[in-house]
C-alpha cells in the first residue's frame, strides 16, 4: 500500500474527537497523489455528513460554478483533492454549524499535505482554514480576498461558498466581477487535458 492510501485508511478509523461529535465520527475529505487543485474548507454539514460525498450540498453547486466545472469533474479524485480543517461534521451552535474540531488538523493535515505533491492550485475557503494557510493575521475576509493577487497563482483566499455568505457576494460585486473569471481561466490551466468538462 502507498503512503498516501495507508494514511488514508487511517484517516478513516480515526475517533480523536468520537467524544464531541453528535453524529460520530465519519471522516469525509478527497485526496490524491496526483491531484492539481486542492480545495481546502471549513467541516462537513449535515448533509455532507449523510451523503458521504464532500460539498455535496448547496455549498458545492456554488463553488462549481466558481470553478467553472462540472459535478463529475469536481469528485475526479486524481485531479482534485478536498481536504477541509475538520473532516466530520462538529455539530450546530447558535449561528450555525461549530467550527472545525482542532484536534483533526494537528492530527492529520500536515502529513496528508506531505503526500500530495502535485498541487499547483489551492483554493482556501473560510477562516479556519485561512488562518492556517496564511497566518493568524488580523485580516478581515474582505482584505484577504481583496488581497487575493498576493497569493496568486499558487493559492487563492475565498469567502466559503455558503448561502449564508450571500450578502457579503451582493454588497462586494468586485468578486464575481474580477476575481471568478480569473479562477476559472487557472482552474483550466491547471486541469488542461486531465478532466472533461
Known sequence: ??????LLSEVARCRICEASLPLGPNPILQCSASA?????GQAPGSKVHASGAPFDDPSGDRLREWMGISRD???NADKIAILPMGFCYPGT???GDLPPRPEC???????LLGQMKQVELT????QYAQQYHFGSGSSSLTELVKSWQDYWPAMIPLPHPSPRNNR???TNPWFENEV????????KQVLKGHIDE
Open 123 to 126: 483554493l482556501v475557503m473560510g
Open 168 to 170: 457579503w457576494l451582493k
Open 93 to 95: 451552535g447558535k449561528s
Open 180 to 187: 471568478l473569471p480569473e479562477l476559472k481561466i487557472r482552474i
Open 73 to 75: 469533474a469536481f469528485y
Open 36 to 40: 492539481k487543485v486542492l480545495i481546502a
Open 105 to 111: 488538523a494537528i492530527q492529520w493535515r500536515a502529513s
Open 1 to 6: 500500500m502507498n503512503p498516501l492510501k495507508a
